[in-house]
């Protein structure tokens, strides 16, 4: 497909964006953002479990560190797709 796209252009075509484009990206973005939020949730799951065992301390809790700051990098980018996808 990209080929075809490649020759289109050398032939002095004009872009071709819309369509089929949209929905692939659409559906690309917020598949990868899903499927870090799944996997978020999924370490959340783990870390609590691990809290609740007492598998953290006052001096050991850099797996709770991470998680949140992971947690936080997954919001930051839901608020980005959300304003190029709905709002842009």
């Known amino acids: 497909m990209a080929d075809r796209y490649a020759a289109h252009g050398?032939?002095?075509?004009?872009?071709?964006?819309?369509?089929?484009l949209y929905g692939a990206t659409f559906y690309t973005m917020t598949g990868?953002?899903?499927?870090?939020v799944s996997i978020g949730v999924f370490c959340m799951i783990?870390?609590?479990i691990k809290a609740?065992?007492?598998?953290?301390?006052?001096?050991?809790?850099?797996?709770?560190?991470?998680?949140g700051l992971y947690w936080h990098f997954v919001d930051l980018v839901w608020i980005i797709l959300f304003t190029i996808v709905y709002l842009i």
């Open 10 to 20: 050398r032939q002095g075509g004009e872009a071709v964006l819309g369509g089929p």
């Open 52 to 67: 609740f065992r007492g598998g953290y301390s006052a001096a050991n809790y850099g797996g709770v560190e991470i998680m």
């Open 46 to 48: 783990f870390t609590t």
């Open 32 to 36: 990868f953002h899903g499927t870090h």
